[in-house]
């Protein structure tokens, strides 16, 4: 059973930064692709940025230069650093895996990332 747990999420001021980490238990292979969708009140899941066990990485272009995203492949753990931080970017943040040996997604259950203008 895989698991994903998301941790880093919390209130900053218009300009701050927030680094959120998320720590999957469980089988997911080395070949996977890791990475963060958000969704904020009333609107659609976003993809955010992505990586891959390679260290390949994509990003939406309204985060492009703010965020970053890495990973440690030997604690099975993504994070995202954001800096220069908008009120736009209020949402729930979610952390996923995808397995592809199994097609499968796995999703965390979000933390919560509010800045305030």
């Known amino acids: 059973q895989v698991q994903l747990v998301e941790s880093g999420g919390g209130l900053v001021q218009a300009g701050g930064s927030l680094r959120l980490s998320c720590a999957a238990s469980?089988?997911?292979?080395?070949?996977?692709?890791m990475g963060w969708y958000r969704q904020a009140p009333g609107k659609q899941r976003d993809l955010v940025a992505t990586i891959t066990s390679g260290g390949s990485t994509n990003y939406a272009d309204s985060v492009k230069g703010r965020f970053t995203i890495s990973r440690d492949n030997a604690k099975n753990t993504v994070y995202l650093q954001m800096n220069s931080l908008k009120p736009e970017d209020t949402a729930v943040y979610f952390c996923?895996?995808?397995?592809?040996?199994?097609?499968?997604?796995?999703w965390g259950k979000g933390t919560l990332v509010t800045v305030s203008s």
């Open positions: 996923y895996v995808f397995v592809p040996v199994r097609a499968i997604y796995y």
């Open positions: 469980g089988s997911i292979f080395s070949i996977n692709v």
